[in-house]
């Protein structure tokens, strides 16, 4: 069944090498029951891990059932342990969180092919242990506690059973029971080896190896007669009818029967209990995640509100809009008031309409201020005199009511359109349109509200009322002249085409001097404002995506800081997981389940909390939010992405550990 032939293993401790093998040759049968005794430091540990496929040699021939196996790699090994091998470890190594079954049916998570589930619990009958199946270990005595180790051991019905000291806990009573129960194994046709400093206890197996040194120094069969003659290990003849071999028989039906195998168990199950231990430190990792996400779906619904907000904005600046302005012309190095020396007029407007041809509107305005009373009401508001064209120029069509008509702004009508502050502060917030309003003394009828305009700077757009310029300019403010023009181009491509034909135009219409054409008109591009808006927008929704990425982040390396500690904390548990079977990937889907765990229920309470928060802004601040599914979503990968990015390395970290020192990790 094994065959060692020159097998070398060196350790090195500071600056010595410690020979733990040294040239060992031994063959070991099927069926066989060996005990492998010496003092301590003597190698027979080391011979133990090398035979169980724990450890590697560094030189030598190690061949398992006639094949060779000393290259194998880990996981190839991991693997054959998993089918072949069964251990019972000195310390039980048996899992805190679980149960006395749940231990025993561990070994079945890394198993395709698992027994039937009523196996686990027909070795825990066998081994008297009914009643305690659902006992945590710290509710156990150590005699059972070590037979809960004897039966995960044989829950994969292995061919080899290795003990380490599996009586070196145990009184006189419950170490002759343990070794019965070896026994019995053994009579079933598993071969047993037991590694054992008691003599008396070396005694009850059929073979014994003696190691000193690293070197097998006596190698001898045991009957109940007493030992047969000693035999130097490189000439020993074995043979399958020698005394040292074991019944026979070669599987374990007589204790239980196997059944059609089932899938591996689920990690994320695995991952939810391993984090249920500590559940305060899961709790803080999961409180990260829980911030990053619900900054990512608060940012983002916040940013896309505040775009639909400058989106708002940008539509009443009106479309492909410029804006003509009489310029500030200096005369001896001083600034003269804006309109000095040239000035706007209604045949401006006239002018630019009929002669270029792709402008298709314009409209004059004049500005003012005045006083507005209605009944025991008063407010001091912006007056603004337009053109019918205004309200198609700035996307102003009137909520209620409706917008003045030509023959209105001919017959210098005296009506009027008022903004959301003036119904708000003047009409108390209710209908106005019907109603008389006095501004400056004179009463206008009140025919429209204009929708809302927003704040623009400390400017509030909606404070304002618009009436008819013919009106504004004869019967209101007396001007002569326009303030502005507003003017629609076709085409947003035609705008810059547009402001050299309109200065060409100003400055010939009105024969400006070349010495003031630089300055005697300004000109103002919407299209540009509309850009710097929206950049602003788009700046300001990056930003808000970066702290929102800054939150992952932290949170992320909560997630890998605990996961560090997790790998430090069951450096044994992974040695045992990597001792009955488990594979390197194995132990990273574990790890990398439980940090995706914690993102994804940090995550999915961080949508919660982000919904929370932003709907409570959206009360108390009254910003404009808009939760986007597609929002929600991106958060939720972003979540599991940082659980599985931030998870891996210390994932990794814990599949690479060698199982012996892993074992023996304090």
């Known amino acids: 069944m094994i ?49 169980g496929l724990l450890d590697k040699p560094d030189s030598g021939s190690y061949r398992l059932f006639g094949k060779e196996i000393s290259g194998l790699s880990d996981d190839g090994l991991a693997e054959l342990r998993h089918g072949m091998v069964g251990f019972v470890f000195q310390q039980f190594n048996l ?83 343990i070794m019965e129960i070896l026994k019995e194994l053994n009579d079933r046709g598993i071969t047993v080896i037991i590694v054992t400093h008691e003599e008396d206890i070396g005694r009850k197996a059929r073979r014994m190896i003696r190691i000193r040194d690293g070197k097998v120094v006596e ?56 984090l249920k231990i500590n559940k305060l430190r899961t709790g803080l990792s999961m409180l990260g995640i829980l911030i990053g996400v619900a900054a990512v779906v608060a940012m983002l619904a916040l940013g896309k509100g505040a775009r639909q907000d400058i989106q708002n904005q940008l539509s009443s600046l009106g479309s492909n809009l410029l804006m003509l ?3 500030i012309v200096r005369s001896g190095g001083a600034a003269l008031e804006t309109g000095a020396t040239t000035r706007l007029t209604t045949d401006d407007v006239k002018n630019i309409e009929e002669r270029l041809s792709y402008v298709l509107d314009a409209s004059g305005a004049v500005v003012d201020r005045g006083q507005v009373a209605f009944l025991d009401k008063n407010w001091n508001t912006q007056v603004m005199g337009v053109e019918p064209a205004y ?54 009828r009140v025919i429209g509200v204009v929708p809302e305009k927003g704040a623009q700077g400390w400017r509030d757009r909606d404070d304002v009322i618009l009436i008819p310029l013919q009106t504004a ?56 404002i509309q850009e710097a808006l929206s950049q602003s927008g788009r700046t300001m929704s990056m930003l808000l995506s970066v702290i929102a990425a800054i939150s992952l982040v932290v949170g992320g390396i909560g997630i890998m800081n605990i996961m560090f500690v997790s790998v430090t904390e069951r450096t044994r548990e992974i040695g045992l997981r990597k001792a009955i079977g488990a594979k390197k990937f194995d132990i990273l889907a574990q790890f990398l389940a439980e940090a995706v765990v914690i993102s994804a229920v940090g995550g999915g309470l961080g949508i919660a909390t982000g919904l929370l928060l932003i709907n409570l802004v959206a009360l ?10 597609p929002s929600i979503f991106l958060a939720v990968f972003f979540s599991g992405a940082v659980g599985i990015v931030f998870g891996l390395y210390p994932a990794q970290k814990a599949s690479l550990l060698n199982p012996i020192d892993a074992l023996r990790y304090e």
């Open 620 to 629: 108390a601040v009254g910003w404009n939010v808009i939760i986007s599914i």
């Open 3 to 51: 065959e060692l032939a020159n097998i070398h293993k060196t350790y090195k401790t500071g600056d010595a090498d410690i020979k733990a093998a040294d040239g060992i040759s031994l063959k070991i049968e099927q069926g066989e029951f060996v005990a492998i005794m010496g003092p301590s430091g003597s190698g027979k540990s080391t011979l133990m891990h090398i035979l």
């Open 95 to 177: 899992l805190s969180r679980m149960t006395a079954l749940e231990n025993v049916m561990l070994p079945l998570v890394y198993s395709r092919n698992a027994p039937d589930v009523k196996w686990p619990r027909d070795l825990l009958e066998k081994m008297g242990l009914a009643d305690r199946a659902n006992h945590m270990p710290n509710q156990l005595s150590i005699g059972q506690q070590q037979r809960v180790a004897i039966a995960r051991a044989l829950v994969n019905s292995p061919r080899i059973i290795l003990a380490d000291e599996p009586t070196g806990n145990l009184d006189t009573k419950r170490a002759g029971e």
């Open 391 to 444: 309200e198609n120029l700035h996307a102003t069509t009137p909520k209620f009511g409706r917008f003045f008509t030509d023959a209105e702004n001919r017959q210098r009508a005296l009506v009027a359109l008022v903004g959301m502050t003036i119904v708000n502060e003047v009409f108390n917030n209710e209908n106005p349109v019907g109603q008389m309003l006095k501004i400056n003394k004179v009463n206008f």
């Open 473 to 528: 300019m004869h019967r209101f403010s007396g001007k002569q002249y326009l303030d502005y023009i507003d003017i629609e181009v076709a085409k947003a491509s035609d705008t810059g085409r547009a402001e050299d034909d309109i200065m060409d135009l100003m400055i010939s219409t009105h024969k400006v001097p070349p010495s003031q054409r630089d300055d005697a008109f300004q000109i103002w591009n919407m299209a540009d």
């Open 325 to 327: 302005r009489p310029g």
């Open 219 to 274: 190698d001898f069969c045991l009957s109940d007669k007493g030992p047969s003659p000693t035999f130097p290990a490189a000439q020993r003849p074995f043979h399958s009818d020698m005394p040292c071999h074991g019944a026979g028989k070669n599987s374990l039906r007589g204790l239980g029967s196997l059944l059609d195998p089932s899938e591996l168990r689920d990690f994320f199950l695995q991952g939810f209990r391993s």
